[in-house]
């Protein structure tokens, strides 16, 4: 129970991320409280993407990264990191990996072809009450929105929920909007998914257009888990300047060594006879990407005696 809990937590902050308008690049701190805990997140906005770094109980936590361009969420916990995509049209679900099954790939062991799943209905209300509100000096508005989320007994995300929010939005500024995708990514990533099956997304009502950034909110969410309601607000903003890597998958690190333990003499050492090092970066655009820049700081801080390679690929 306690894992669903925390698990609709995330999702929540998803929700919050991929609602936002903005363009200009933003640093804001917010402050979110579950069931009387309270944890802080930095947000970086930069063009059509987001950057979301959680910490709970003054350690670092979990990086969430919203890509509302390239339509998917990289989620990055210590050493681990996930990228869910969160496209599709208007009535599919992305089909996700296997994580566990990938591990176990190999000769004679293919991944399973996606199945068609159920259908899962979003119906999404919004209300604006005509209130106005200035916050860090931009006018908030006052919308009161309601969203329900019912599947089909043989869809492969299993939610049966419905989740109200009362909050202030401001458009700290224009040309960015995830709206639809942030309800489809909630569907598409439910607790009980199954991995290589897809759902049809039917979403009826309003309330799927860019409200605005929240700058403080309230959501109550009810399902068959319980019911549990969190606060967000803004304590923190202002305008600066981001590197467009911050907002990019990290690098994935191939090397040839490895180290491991056996009781038995002679037995095979680990990795491989040649060795290399691999470093192999996405990024948005790797036309204009300085690769030089890479190549220094691999070569600074590797082994000397390694040699290495760098490859730069873009996204899709």
């Not at 496209?87 to 566990?100: L, V, Y």
């Not at 006052?142 to 989740?163: F, G, L, V, W, Y």
């Not at 037995?267 to 006879?273: I, R, V």
């Amino acid at each position: 129970m306690i894992r669903t809990s925390r698990n609709l937590v995330v999702l929540v902050f998803a929700i919050i991320g991929f609602s936002i308008l903005a363009s200009a690049d933003l640093k804001i701190k917010t402050r979110t409280t579950v069931m009387g805990h309270s944890t802080e997140s930095t947000v970086y906005i930069k063009g059509p993407r987001e950057r979301t770094e959680m910490s709970f109980g003054g350690h670092a936590g979990a990086v969430t990264i919203m890509q509302c361009d390239e339509k998917r969420m990289i989620t990055i916990s210590g050493n681990q990191c996930s990228v869910i995509p969160t496209g599709g049209g208007e009535t599919s679900c992305p089909t996700m990996p296997n994580m566990r099954a990938m591990g176990r790939e190999g000769p004679g062991n293919e991944p399973a072809a996606p199945r068609t799943g159920g259908v899962v209905t979003i119906t999404r209300n919004s209300t604006d009450t005509g209130e106005r509100q200035d916050i860090f000096g931009y006018k908030a508005r006052h919308i009161k929105t309601s969203m329900i989320m019912e599947s089909t007994p043989d869809a492969c995300n299993q939610s049966h929920m419905r989740m109200e929010t009362d909050g202030w939005y401001a458009d700290l500024s224009a040309g960015f909007s995830c709206a639809d995708e942030s309800y489809r990514a909630m569907a598409c990533g439910g607790m009980g998914g199954r991995a290589s099956c897809n759902d049809r997304i039917v979403m009826k009502g309003g309330g799927g257009a860019a409200m605005g950034y929240p700058m403080k909110q309230t959501t109550t969410i009810m399902s068959e888990h319980g019911n549990f309601t969190t606060t967000t607000e803004v304590v923190e903003l202002a305008s600066t300047t981001l590197d467009a890597p911050l907002f990019d998958a990290p690098p994935e690190i191939v090397e040839s060594g490895g180290a491991s333990w056996s009781a038995d003499a002679g037995s095979p050492l680990p990795g491989s006879a040649q060795t290399e090092l691999l470093v192999r970066l996405q990024v948005s655009d790797p036309e204009t990407f300085d690769v030089r820049r890479l190549e220094a700081l691999v070569a600074m801080i590797k082994p000397a005696h390694v040699p290495h390679r760098v490859e730069v690929f873009g996204a899709g």
